[in-house]
């Protein structure tokens, strides 16, 4: 049965929806982080949403601060971070608890985990590598101190991850970090009708990479 209700973050509250897994099992929560353009309703985070939840995933939607009070203008980090915290001490769950979420929701997750926060895994959907345009602004110094299992999906037209900048920083990574690319696929996980690809393609190798991963984690 979905759950929402509010969560306090500072001296304000932010929305939450906790929605169950599809499949009628649950192998893990994720608490999925909206992007910097976004908010928890969007279309991009509710159609990845309905996918996990159908590869046996709970996922927990929430707004940022900015978002709740619709700003167009993102928190600070430390803001973003401390919103993601309570959130997480707020989910009841078993199995595995996951922090990700969309490009700047993702990055502030990924920074928590560099940092131990206490997840059992990682999923980052279209991590902003670097600004649009501006490729030597790599945000990439924090990402060797994740040491918990990872799983980065990215699109190979994505403009905010170069793949070549992408690849040349993976070396530095722990074993742990799984890079996936998305043939065709954008910042927003689109595809052009030339690729011969759909978005609906794109989603389902989403929930099936995803799905393999956390299978492997459980084997460990």
């Known amino acids: 049965m979905s759950r929402a209700w509010k969560v306090r973050v500072g001296d304000g509250e932010v929305s939450a929806l906790h929605e169950p897994s599809t499949r009628g099992e649950s192998i893990a929560t994720f608490v999925c982080a909206h992007g910097a353009g976004g908010n928890m309703q969007d279309r991009g985070v509710q159609t990845v949403a309905k996918e996990l939840r159908g590869r046996g995933l709970d996922v927990v939607r929430f707004n940022f601060p900015y978002s709740e009070k619709r700003s167009g203008r993102p928190d600070p980090m430390p803001v973003l971070r401390a919103c993601i915290e309570a959130v997480m001490a707020d ?75 992408m690849e040349a920083v993976l070396p530095r990574l722990r074993p742990t970090f799984h890079m996936h690319w998305l043939d065709s696929a954008d910042h927003s996980f689109h595809v052009l009708k030339s690729s011969g690809r759909t978005d609906a393609d794109v989603m389902a190798e989403i929930g099936t990479v995803a799905a393999s991963w956390l299978a492997g984690m459980a084997r460990r």
């Open 91 to 165: 989910v009841e769950h078993e199995g595995p608890l996951l922090i990700g979420g969309r490009s700047m929701g993702g990055r502030a997750a990924s920074m928590m985990a560099a940092d131990h926060v206490q997840a059992d895994g990682l999923l980052l959907l279209a991590y902003p590598l670097h600004p649009a345009g501006k490729p030597e602004q790599l945000r990439d110094a924090h990402l060797p101190s994740i040491t918990m299992p990872a799983l980065c999906l990215n699109g190979t037209r994505d403009p905010l991850c170069r793949r070549d900048l």
